[in-house]
């Protein structure tokens, strides 16, 4: 009795050795993921290609000036910043990851310029077999292009 008594007490002992043990690997690659991540994630300026954000969002050094769509029922859009301290503007090209709650966006592309203009700026997209040309232009001169491949071949 006292023989299967000890047996039991070592098998007890080994299953619960061997459960916290998997579990404690776990937070250690848990950690160095996050930590790999926002190392990735750091950037000097408050908006960079890579940044999700939540529709509505405030923003510490740049001011809103204006959202829409790239094309008709498609998740890309734009928004054009104000750069606070007066240096210049970011067009930002955004793509739509979530809409659970609330808008989750990604910025996909960015472009810096200066002297805006609501009349003179605007986006247009050229459709092409293999996909789309995204062009961000000043009256007829293009000053950002971005191409986009179709998955569907």
């Not at 950690?31 to 529709?55: H, I, P, Q």
């Not at 510490?60 to 000036?65: C, E, G, H, L, V």
């Not at 998740?75 to 809409?99: A, C, P, Q």
């Not at 995204?134 to 293009?142: E, G, P, S, V, Y």
Request: aromatic letters at 12%.
């Amino acid at each position: 009795m006292k023989t299967i008594f000890k047996l039991t007490g070592i098998f007890v002992i080994l299953i619960l050795s061997n459960c916290t043990e998997p579990n404690k690997r776990k937070t250690i690659s848990t950690e160095t993921a996050s930590n790999a991540a926002l190392s990735e994630t750091r950037r000097e300026d408050e908006l960079f290609v890579g940044k999700n954000f939540y529709s509505g969002d405030e923003l510490n050094t740049y001011t809103f000036i204006q959202s829409n769509k790239i094309k008709e029922n498609d998740s890309l859009t734009y928004s054009i910043y104000k750069k606070n301290d007066g240096t210049g503007y970011l067009f930002s090209m955004e793509k739509l990851v979530s809409n659970e709650d609330q808008e989750l966006y990604k910025i996909i592309g960015l472009y810096k310029f200066s002297d805006y203009d609501a009349a003179n700026h605007r986006v247009e997209v050229l459709n092409r077999s293999n996909g789309s040309s995204i062009l961000f232009m000043n009256r007829d001169k293009i000053l950002k292009r971005w191409e986009f491949v179709s998955n569907h071949l």
